[in-house]
């Protein structure tokens, strides 16, 4: 990244201003990854910093609950499935802070790009280099903060993705085949846990749908607002970076538009995607 003092001069910026944001981003980013098992473990009951130990309970805690025949969850499945919670809540909130970090640092660093007419070459080269990075890092924090807000709010449906996980167990590949039996024959009366499996498979997409929806809109926006922009400008590299800026906010939308349809498809109609995850296919 370009020196504190270049996007001083170029954004009108302190570079100490600079120079915070870029210490908190990468502590927040250090935070994302040690911190959210540690603090989901606080009160818990128990440790879970070792993931196999976590796949373990899980594997354990789903055939003992699909073998009581209850819907209702025994008391050392709840206890993974609000360890998870709180592990995706953490994680979306240190991922939401980084957003944030982030998404300052790329508004300077382009503001800075559009009033450095006036630098050298290399440092418009630099700024925009920078400028790209950082904007790729926040989009990626996007899809993070997505992720666990997904996460949290259908826990144990994430948690599913865990049953494949680990060394073949009889028990457990018995239960699976079970499962796989009552999704497939559908005109049987489904075991009270494949019901709420179901539900929560449903929630699990539903959110995720609602999110990408949101972050459509916000870039539809940001995408038509830089467009505008362009007009402020009459200095060609200006206008032609606002163009790219509008035409990339086009491109993310439209892709994240196909994850909103695709995930408000499942989420409408989740038995036959539930069944592919069993089945090896999600």
Same mark, same amino acid.
């Not at 990854?33 to 009951?45: F, W």
């Not at 709840?78 to 994680?91: C, M, N």
């Not at 073949?168 to 009270?192: F, S």
């Given at each position: 990244?370009?020196?504190?003092?270049?996007?001083?001069?170029?954004?009108?910026?302190?570079?100490?201003?600079?120079? @915070?944001?870029?210490?908190? $981003?990468?502590?927040?980013?250090?935070?994302?990854?040690?911190?959210?098992?540690?603090?989901? +473990?606080?009160?818990?009951?128990?440790?879970?910093?070792?993931?196999?130990?976590?796949?373990?309970?899980?594997?354990?805690?789903?055939?003992?609950?699909?073998?009581?025949?209850?819907?209702?969850?025994?008391? =050392?499945?709840?206890?993974?499935?609000?360890?998870?919670?709180?592990?995706?809540?953490?994680?979306?909130?240190?991922? =939401? +802070?980084?957003?944030?970090?982030?998404?300052?640092?790329?508004?300077?660093?382009?503001?800075?790009?559009?009033?450095? =007419?006036?630098?050298?070459?290399?440092?418009?080269?630099?700024? =925009?280099?920078?400028?790209?990075?950082?904007?790729?890092? $926040?989009?990626? +924090?996007? +899809?993070?903060?997505? @992720?666990?807000?997904?996460?949290?709010?259908?826990?144990?449906?994430?948690?599913?993705?865990?049953?494949?996980?680990?060394?073949?167990?009889?028990?457990?590949?018995?239960?699976?085949?079970?499962?796989?039996?009552?999704?497939?024959?559908?005109?049987?009366?489904? $075991?009270?846990?494949?019901?709420?499996?179901?539900?929560?498979?449903?929630?699990?997409?539903?959110?995720?749908?609602?999110?990408?929806?949101?972050? $459509?809109?916000?870039?539809?926006?940001?995408?038509?607002?830089?467009?505008?922009?362009? @007009?402020?400008?009459?200095?060609?590299?200006?206008?032609?970076?606002?163009?790219?800026?509008?035409?990339?906010?086009?491109?993310?939308?439209?892709?994240?538009?196909?994850?909103?349809?695709?995930?408000?498809?499942?989420?409408?109609?989740?038995?036959?995607?539930?069944?592919?995850?069993?089945?090896?296919?999600?």
């Amino acid at each position: 990244m370009p020196q504190p003092s270049v996007l001083s001069r170029a954004a009108g910026v302190p570079g100490r201003v600079l120079a @915070a944001l870029a210490a908190v $981003a990468l502590a927040l980013g250090v935070a994302f990854v040690v911190a959210p098992s540690r603090l989901a +473990a606080g009160g818990s009951g128990g440790d879970f910093d070792d993931r196999r130990q976590l796949v373990d309970a899980v594997h354990a805690e789903f055939v003992g609950w699909w073998r009581s025949g209850e819907a209702g969850f025994p008391p =050392g499945l709840q206890r993974v499935v609000d360890y998870w919670f709180r592990y995706h809540l953490a994680k979306a909130v240190l991922a =939401g +802070a980084l957003l944030v970090v982030l998404g300052a640092l790329a508004v300077l660093l382009w503001r800075a790009l559009l009033r450095a =007419g006036g630098l050298p070459a290399g440092t418009r080269a630099m700024l =925009g280099a920078a400028g790209v990075l950082v904007t790729m890092l $926040a989009l990626a +924090a996007v +899809a993070l903060v997505m @992720a666990n807000v997904q996460g949290a709010a259908a826990p144990f449906a994430s948690l599913l993705s865990m049953l494949p996980d680990g060394p073949a167990d009889a028990r457990l590949a018995v239960t699976l085949a079970q499962v796989r039996h009552q999704l497939t024959d559908g005109g049987t009366a489904a $075991a009270p846990a494949v019901a709420v499996m179901t539900d929560d498979f449903a929630r699990y997409h539903a959110v995720l749908a609602a999110l990408a929806a949101t972050v $459509a809109v916000a870039l539809a926006a940001v995408g038509v607002r830089t467009w505008r922009a362009r @007009a402020r400008f009459s200095e060609r590299p200006a206008r032609r970076l606002l163009g790219s800026l509008a035409a990339a906010s086009v491109l993310v939308f439209l892709a994240v538009l196909v994850v909103a349809v695709a995930n408000t498809g499942t989420a409408a109609d989740p038995a036959p995607a539930l069944l592919a995850f069993f089945e090896g296919g999600w």
